[in-house]
Nanobody, 110 residues
Framework: VQLQASGGGLVQPGGSLRLSCAAS????????MSWFRQAPGKERELVAT???????NYADSVTGRFTISRDNSKNMGYLQMNSLKLEDTAVYYCRVLNSWGQGTQVTVSS
């Protein structure tokens, strides 16, 4: 599976962004998908996961603000991020099986 993440950018605190992850190949619909993030000087951390049937799990720090979703017909995954905080600033990566997207920068700043 090859992955291409996009949708990052600069946003003010309280703003929203929607990240997208485009997957190639036929395995996407049979695999769970996750979003990770890595802030400067910190380890990469799991943000959210969505299973093949749509079940979801979130890190405590983003619960209630972020929503992970997928469209198997388009081989696409998404991360809707609302009420963004300064501490959400990081490079965000999508992962399917052992494949990682290239990362997309999210900067929350006033």
């Amino acid at each position: 599976v090859q992955l291409q993440a996009s949708g990052g950018g600069l946003v003010q605190p309280g703003g929203s962004l929607r990240l997208s992850c485009a997957a190639s190949g036929s395995l996407f619909r049979y695999s769970s998908m996750s979003w990770f993030r890595q802030a400067p000087g910190k380890e990469r951390e799991l943000v959210a996961t969505i299973g093949t049937g749509g079940s979801t799990n979130y890190a405590d720090s983003v619960t209630g603000r972020f929503t992970i979703s997928r469209d198997n017909s388009k081989n696409m995954g998404y991360l809707q991020m609302n009420s963004l905080k300064l501490e959400d600033t990081a490079v965000y990566y999508c992962r399917v099986l052992n494949s990682w997207g290239q990362g997309t920068q999210v900067t929350v700043s006033s």
